[in-house]
């Protein structure tokens, strides 16, 4: 029986990389996109009204009725009413209020819209009122219901998944600024819905524990030997502006850059590799030699240090970026074509890992694009790193991570538009990157096992 096919229960699930590739998944992504929109919207009310009613009840409201300030006794019947309102709103409407505290922070389904009044009715007393608990479990539920219930809206009876997914999107989208970053929600979520299976704690707690022993390790050893930590740092980044209209739209174009690039450096690299698998030596030193000529060609044709082409780009991204100015558009774009191609070279036949120059790559096709109107420096450098690291990693959280962190205090302001990128050249990744064992190639090492074609999925084309 063909995979994807529903003739039995014990069908298997639906392969990943065909959901990537499908028109489906493609219109899921923009539902998901437009929800974001009221639901952080619905969310930022909600804060607000929170902000507000506070000190109503605790500083107006007192001063209205003739008090020269807030009474020693006046949370007495404050958080007695409190307390009565939440208690009815458990006690009879639908919903029981939403989530139980005492569970701990165990995000679960989206709940119904006719559930929503008494989860909102309930969090505004719990926390207008003085209760001692936060917002983000009503946001989630608030965020998750009403996307839901948007979905339910625009097609009557929607897949349990796809109601499922967007649910979780208005989850995302609610607490996605509460905690001060979209990623700080996006994990938080991940981590506490234990998204990954049950084994997804048991590995990550070890594996913290484990980075910050090697991290204080490797300061340690750097001070005490002077050789430094051979960390990624970057020292003299300049200010980010703020994120606008036109940088969002240059975020697209971006990603779509980084993702037709990483296809283009993988399928070389692939075609260069068969090469040299049929004559080891000779073709590897032709490989060499093949580097070695686009870094004289670059340092002839520039004027620049043949540095630029050579190497990973890991201990290049702290001056490039600090003399970027010095660099012309015409020394941009040939930077970006030749260390792409010794970048292809060195895949073919060297070892090591992929990386930095995939970081160095997209930060010069970064800072090239600055130089168009409306993209500033930092944007583009960041946007820049991202897209091409999701593009050749795969790793699209691990690709935010790397353009955000590695900027320092600045990545916090660009990080919506890196998230962006990042989206795009992942996405566009996938749907154009040819299934393995359709004979277009893959970007793994060897040739693939012929394998049953799958299904296709709905929508597909």
Not at 426 to 450: D, E, I, N, Q, R
Request: glycine share 14%; net charge neutral; proline share 9%.
């Amino acid at each position: 029986m063909p995979v994807g096919t529903t003739e039995s229960g014990a069908a298997s699930p639906p392969d990943p990389m065909t959901l990537l590739r499908s028109r489906a998944y493609l219109v899921l992504l923009v539902m998901a996109a437009l929800i974001g929109v009221p639901v952080s919207a619905a969310a930022f009310g909600f804060l607000a009204l929170v902000g507000e009613v506070q000190p109503l009840l605790y500083t107006d409201l007192p001063k209205s009725m003739g008090f020269a300030g807030t009474p020693w006794w006046w949370p007495l019947p404050l958080l007695a009413v409190g307390g009565l309102l939440t208690a009815l709103t458990v006690q009879y409407l639908p919903g029981h209020g939403g989530h139980e505290p005492t569970a701990g922070f165990k995000p679960t389904g989206a709940p119904t819209p006719i559930e929503l009044p008494g989860i909102f009715t309930a969090a505004l007393a719990t926390l207008c009122f003085g209760a001692v608990l936060g917002p983000e479990a009503p946001l989630l539920a608030l965020g998750g219901g009403l996307a839901a219930g948007a979905v339910r809206m625009v097609r009557r009876d929607p897949p349990e998944q796809m109601s499922a997914v967007l649910g979780a999107a208005g989850s995302f989208a609610a607490v996605s600024s509460l905690l001060g970053s979209p990623l700080l929600g996006a994990f938080l979520l991940m981590e506490a819905s234990g998204l990954g299976g049950a084994m997804m704690a048991v590995v990550l707690v070890p594996g913290l524990l484990a980075a910050g022993i090697g991290a204080l390790i490797f300061v340690g050893l750097g001070s005490w030997t002077g050789l430094g930590t051979y960390s990624l740092t970057l020292h003299d980044v300049p200010e980010a502006a703020r994120p606008t209209a036109a940088e969002f739209g240059w975020a697209l174009v971006i990603g779509l850059s980084a993702a037709l690039a990483g296809l283009g450096i993988r399928w070389l690299s692939v075609r260069l590799r068969t090469h040299v698998e049929r004559r080891r030596v000779p073709a590897t030193v032709v490989m060499g030699l093949v580097v070695a000529g686009l870094a004289i060609g670059y340092a002839e044709g520039t004027g620049k240090p043949a540095t630029d082409v050579l190497y990973s780009g890991q201990t290049a991204l702290d001056p490039f970026l600090t003399h970027s100015a010095a660099y012309s558009v015409g020394a941009l774009s040939l930077l970006v074509l030749c260390k792409g191609l010794a970048y292809c070279a060195s895949l073919s036949g060297f070892r090591g890992g992929p990386i930095f120059p995939a970081m160095f790559v997209g930060a010069a096709g970064g800072i090239l694009s600055s130089h168009l109107p409306g993209l500033t420096l930092v944007a583009g450098f960041a946007m820049g790193i991202g897209a091409m690291s999701a593009a050749m990693l795969r790793l699209p959280l691990v690709s935010v991570l790397l353009a955000t962190l590695l900027i320092g205090a600045q990545g916090v302001t660009v990080m919506p538009l890196v998230i962006v990128a990042v989206v795009v050249s992942y996405v566009a990744t996938a749907k154009l990157t040819p299934l393995p064992g359709s004979g277009s190639g893959s970007g793994s090492g060897s040739a693939p096992a012929p394998a049953p074609a799958p299904a296709p999925a709905p929508g597909r084309r």
